[in-house]
């Protein structure tokens, strides 16, 4: 599953979505990103992320797609935030479930 948004995340609750739609699933593997205080040595307070919605998407599901066929995958999930990004906010969920 692929998700571009503006809205914040609950990563128990996206992982709980996908775990009760397969009663085997043994693993959960996950990445999350945040906003980072510092970029190029220079202070920063919020990122500004653009999207080009059906290029992100088509090259996302070339990455699961990618995934599923090297490992024993059940399901992944990712989402990807766009917008104005304040430090510490999440940006990106990247999760697999075997």
């Not at 692929?2 to 914040?8: A, G, L, M, S, V």
């Amino acid at each position: 599953m692929i998700k571009i948004q503006k809205e914040n995340f609950n990563v128990e609750t996206e992982i709980e979505s996908i775990k009760s739609l397969y009663s085997d699933i043994g693993a959960v593997t996950t990445f999350i990103g945040y906003v980072r205080n510092t970029n190029n040595n220079k202070n920063v307070n919020s990122i500004n992320l653009e999207v080009y919605k059906d290029m992100a998407l088509s090259e996302l599901k070339k990455i699961i797609i990618n995934a599923k066929k090297n490992w024993s995958l059940l399901d992944c999930l990712i989402i990807h935030r766009y917008g104005n990004l304040k430090v510490d906010e999440k940006i990106v969920l990247v999760a697999s479930f075997s």
